[in-house]
Antibody, heavy 120, light 108 residues
């Protein structure tokens, strides 16, 4: 059973770069797509983007100019960076595996979430 | 439109049936997936595909899709079902992922 464990800095200053990594345990990073989702305090879920096992990435158009995703097959983990953060980027960030068979698609499992706070 | 619309809040009496809906043009192409999220926890998939439940999800949860609307039905709601529910699917380009705004379910 695949499990995801994520880590990264939890407190950033405005204009800094957010960096998070998600480790894949109990399965291979190959053959699936891997997403990042965030949730501002008290609000809903927002998809940030995804990267597949070939390294091809899709990003939320609203964040595309600031986000980069990558994966490291040798370490069985994937990462995201979000540049020039502001207070509006304060959120719990989740990693998740994307899977499905058209016309179905889903995210499962999810990481435990990391709260990232942007404050001066 | 690349949006999924959900009612912000719904309530149901204990033991009664409740339907939570999700509307969007992309649901004409893709099935919705439904997630349950309790405070302080990561979302958990409860319905996926045409109407499938992951292992461990009670059979009181069911899903349906018709036109541009997907529905999550809880038949005989329990106190532990009180949570936020989100729908999700890919957009019609296939390159992006959408989430509904979420529905907060209160069990009275």
């Amino acid at each position: 059973q695949v499990q995801l464990q994520q880590w990264g800095a939890g407190l950033l200053k405005p204009s800094e770069t957010l960096s998070l990594t998600c480790g894949v345990f109990g399965g291979s990073i190959s053959g699936s797509s891997w997403s990042w989702v965030r949730q501002p305090p008290g609000r809903g879920l927002e998809w940030i983007g995804e990267i597949n096992h070939s390294g091809d990435a899709n990003y939320n158009p609203s964040l595309k100019s600031r986000v980069t995703m990558s994966l490291d097959k040798s370490k069985n983990q994937f990462s995201m960076q979000l540049t020039s953060v502001t207070a509006a980027d304060t959120a719990v960030y989740y990693c998740a595996r994307g899977d499905g068979l058209f016309p179905g698609w889903w995210l499962d499992p999810w990481g435990q979430g990391v709260l990232v706070t942007v404050s001066s | 439109s690349s949006e999924l619309t959900q009612d912000p809040a719904v309530s149901v009496a204990l033991g009664q049936t409740v339907r939570i809906t999700c509307q969007g043009d992309n649901l004409r192409t893709y099935y919705a997936t439904w997630y349950q999220q309790k405070p302080g926890q990561a979302p958990v998939r409860v319905i996926y595909g045409k109407n499938n439940r992951p292992s461990g999800i009670p059979d009181r949860f069911s899903g349906s899709n018709s036109g541009n609307t997907a529905s999550l039905t809880i038949t005989g709601a329990q106190a532990e079902d009180e949570a936020a529910y989100y729908c999700n699917c890919r957009d019609n380009s296939g390159h992006h992922v959408l989430f509904g705004g979420g529905t907060k379910l209160t069990v009275l």
